[in-house]
């Protein structure tokens, strides 16, 4: 009858000893299973954290581009006067020029304060094609991380007393 008892008990020794293997299996396969979650998880959440950084820094460039075209709009430099009034985005193109020498002279001031990383180009397109680069703080062109912004002007010509259509684009450097 011992050993019987003995060998029931070995029995069931062996048969706790399978069902305690089998339940570590058990738990191995579900914290695998938990890690591979876990590092997709913080995939995802990298990937999604880098698009939202893209998307800032090129809505802060966005807005530097408007920042810059505001202060080019409220330029008094550049702006068409008629009996001392001055008319809605109209710019007079030999103000234009003068004011390019005047960069020249002052670069430092106009990179810093009024066109920080930046290129402006104004354009003639109607009746004349002419581009003059009103300021370029020397990057290539790649370097610009979103599309330029451009406006819609009127340039003044006081040689012949012309108006043209054209626009000024503003591209932010990254």
Do not use: W
């Not at 293997?21 to 914290?31: A, H, P, R, S, Y």
């Not at 702006?79 to 002052?106: H, P, R, W």
């Not at 094609?129 to 610009?144: K, Q």
């Amino acid at each position: 009858m011992r050993m019987q008892l003995l060998k029931a008990a070995q029995e069931c020794t062996r048969c706790l000893m399978k069902k305690a293997q089998l339940k570590t299996g058990e738990t191995i396969i579900v914290l695998i299973i938990f890690f591979i979650l876990l590092a997709g998880g913080m995939v995802f959440y990298a990937k999604i954290q880098t698009y939202t950084s893209v998307k800032k820094v090129e809505e802060v460039q966005e807005l530097n581009a408007i920042a810059i075209e505001q202060r080019i709009r409220h330029m008094s430099e550049i702006s068409c006067t008629i009996d001392g009034s001055v008319i809605f985005d109209c710019y007079d193109i030999m103000k234009v020029e003068a004011l390019q020498e005047t960069i020249e002279d002052y670069k430092s001031y106009y990179g810093t304060v009024i066109f920080p990383n930046s290129r402006v180009v104004i354009t003639s397109v109607y009746p004349d094609n002419e581009e003059v680069v009103l300021y370029d703080y020397g990057y290539s062109d790649e370097s610009v991380a979103v599309e330029p912004f451009r406006t819609p002007v009127t340039l003044y010509n006081p040689r012949d007393d012309t108006y043209n259509f054209g626009y000024i684009t503003i591209g932010v450097y990254s």
